[in-house]
């Protein structure tokens, strides 16, 4: 039997370890397979194969006459879209000849353990004016600007901080719509607010998940059943947990 070179190891470790940065970081999963080809081939191994679904990848090269296949999981998945372009950067580079295989591991081994998102007040501030941005779009009034900024900041806060401690995104979804929709019910109650709907349309903007869905759809087109139908699933229960909090809400509470 003929052993794989150590050669051949790092380049298929890098385009493993690109495919799971991206994959993590909310790339469509044509975008990822290419991304891991793309490498492989500007290191010399022209033969290639890749598998993607949303939890695990499967990368097949050919080096030193014999063909070396690795089995990567994927257990969280969130959005950052920096990470995509930064791994882009990197594959471009590398097709390029711009930089070499060490160095390109090296340096997406130093972003798969950075944490490139926005500062987390930051995040609340940006999901609390989303949503009361939203509202206006929705042709909601300017005097319940307010409490959607409010209802919409808190949501978020909320959603963030029960998946920290109970890491369900749909139980942290449901309730955070829950707690939304009885802000939303409160403010019209004390007259801080006028439409409930158009309160709640806009607060719960911020947890549809608008990227799940763009690349479900992206998948299917593309010929990726599995990830395409995958995805679409968790993008209905997604869906059916902030309707089932509101919908409490509206049907016990109000």
Same mark, same amino acid.
């Given at each position: 039997?003929?052993?794989?070179?150590?050669?051949?190891?790092?380049?298929?470790?890098?385009?493993?370890?690109?495919?799971?940065?991206?994959?993590? %970081?909310?790339? *469509?999963?044509?975008?990822?397979?290419?991304?891991?080809?793309?490498?492989?081939?500007?290191?010399?191994?022209?033969?290639?194969?890749?598998?993607?679904?949303?939890?695990?990848?499967?990368?097949?090269? *050919?080096?030193?006459?014999?063909?070396?296949?690795?089995?990567?999981?994927?257990?969280?998945?969130?959005?950052?879209?920096?990470?995509?372009?930064?791994?882009?950067?990197? %594959?471009?580079? &590398? &097709?390029?000849?711009?930089?070499?295989?060490?160095?390109?591991?090296?340096?997406?081994?130093?972003?798969?353990?950075?944490?490139?998102?926005?500062?987390?007040?930051?995040?609340?501030?940006?999901? !609390?004016?989303?949503?009361?941005?939203?509202?206006?779009?929705?042709?909601?009034?300017?005097?319940?600007?307010?409490?959607?900024?409010?209802?919409?900041?808190?949501?978020?806060?909320? /959603?963030?901080? /029960?998946?920290?401690?109970?890491?369900?995104?749909?139980? $942290?979804?449901?309730?955070? $719509?829950?707690?939304?929709?009885?802000? &939303?019910?409160?403010?019209?109650?004390?007259?801080?607010?006028?439409?409930?709907?158009?309160?709640?349309?806009?607060?719960?903007?911020?947890?549809?998940?608008?990227?799940?869905?763009?690349?479900?759809?992206?998948?299917?087109? !593309?010929?990726?059943?599995? $990830?395409?139908?995958?995805?679409?699933? *968790? !993008?209905?229960?997604?869906?059916?947990?902030?309707?089932?909090?509101?919908?409490?809400?509206?049907?016990?509470? $109000?």
């Amino acid at each position: 039997m003929v052993k794989p070179d150590i050669q051949t190891n790092e380049i298929i470790e890098a385009c493993l370890l690109a495919g799971k940065i991206m994959l993590q %970081s909310g790339a *469509e999963t044509y975008r990822v397979e290419d991304t891991m080809m793309r490498i492989a081939a500007s290191y010399g191994i022209k033969e290639s194969d890749s598998y993607v679904t949303p939890t695990g990848i499967i990368f097949s090269a *050919e080096g030193a006459g014999t063909t070396t296949t690795k089995l990567i999981r994927v257990t969280k998945r969130s959005t950052d879209l920096t990470k995509v372009a930064v791994v882009n950067s990197i %594959s471009r580079k &590398s &097709s390029e000849g711009k930089i070499q295989l060490q160095e390109a591991v090296g340096q997406l081994k130093e972003i798969d353990s950075r944490d490139m998102a926005f500062p987390f007040i930051l995040q609340i501030l940006a999901a !609390a004016v989303a949503s009361g941005c939203f509202l206006i779009m929705f042709n909601g009034q300017w005097n319940d600007f307010i409490p959607a900024v409010v209802s919409g900041g808190i949501g978020y806060l909320s /959603f963030v901080s /029960f998946h920290r401690f109970v890491p369900i995104r749909f139980f $942290s979804e449901f309730l955070a $719509s829950f707690i939304i929709g009885l802000l &939303s019910l409160l403010f019209v109650r004390m007259n801080w607010g006028h439409e409930l709907d158009k309160i709640i349309i806009g607060s719960v903007m911020t947890l549809v998940p608008g990227l799940l869905i763009t690349n479900a759809v992206r998948d299917l087109m !593309a010929g990726d059943l599995v $990830s395409g139908l995958s995805k679409g699933a *968790e !993008a209905v229960l997604t869906s059916f947990a902030i309707g089932s909090g509101i919908g409490f809400v509206l049907t016990f509470l $109000s």
